[in-house]
């Protein structure tokens, strides 16, 4: 059974860094074709797609948030963090990560998503 | 970038068939994925590969993708359908996953 959770901090300020974890079990990110993604969706919003990391490092990031974002992951700790920098209140949103099947492939698996507001 | 458009809101009474519609130019040279996602809760896979049901999901739940424009059909709509539905491909040419704008179904 394939599990995944967001973590990081609820609160951060204008112009801080965020950083969330997502952890997950029931696949290795060493396997051929594993991959995980970053998703947010702003409250009452539309699903927006921001990152996704292959099980070869390979690394595609959102064109708009590109220069904002890094994805990485630890093969050992069942882990992949996703970075992003200059935070603004308009990120405030819940982020979700999720397992595709493959690089191309539906959102299979999606963990319950961690909610991130951004205020002074 | 590759666009997809969904109407905002679809409304229909139980026991009858929504279709919820995803358009994109040329999308039936894609692969549509289907999300339901309702209040307070993550995205759940309903359909995949413009027409395909994840285990689990009722065979009310089904798909199609021709011309312009991809389909979600829900027959014999159940006030436990009412929720938001997302469509999904990969665009090749950015190398980005694509979502549309979302529909909120309202069983009425």
């Known amino acids: 059974q394939v599990t995944l959770r967001e973590s990081g901090p609820a609160l951060v300020k204008p112009t801080q860094t965020l950083t969330l974890t997502c952890t997950f079990s029931g696949f290795s990110l060493s396997t051929s074709g594993m991959c995980v993604s970053w998703i947010r969706q702003p409250p009452g919003k539309a699903l927006e797609w921001l990152a996704r990391?292959?099980?070869?490092?390979?690394?595609y990031y959102s064109t708009s948030l590109k220069t904002r974002l890094t994805i990485s992951k630890d093969t050992s700790k069942n882990q992949v963090v996703l970075t992003v920098t200059n935070m603004d209140p308009v990120d405030t949103a819940t982020y979700y990560c999720a397992r595709p099947r493959g690089r191309f492939g539906e959102l299979h698996d999606w963990g319950q998503g961690t909610l991130v507001t951004v205020s002074s | 970038s590759y666009v997809l458009t969904q109407p905002p809101s679809v409304s229909v009474a139980p026991g009858q068939t929504a279709r919820i519609t995803c358009g994109g130019n040329?999308?039936?040279?894609?692969?549509v994925h289907w999300y339901q996602q309702k209040p307070g809760q993550a995205p759940v896979l309903v359909v995949y590969d413009d027409s395909d049901r994840p285990s689990g999901i009722p065979e009310r739940f089904s798909g199609s993708n021709s011309g312009n424009t991809a389909t979600l059909t829900i027959s014999r709509v159940e006030a436990g359908d009412e929720a938001d539905y997302y469509c999904?491909?990969?665009?090749?040419?950015?190398?980005?996953?694509?979502f549309g704008g979302g529909t909120k179904l309202t069983v009425l």
């Open positions: 999904h491909v990969w665009d090749s040419s950015s190398d980005h996953v694509v």
């Open positions: 040329n999308i039936r040279s894609k692969t």
């Open positions: 990391i292959d099980w070869d490092d390979d690394k």
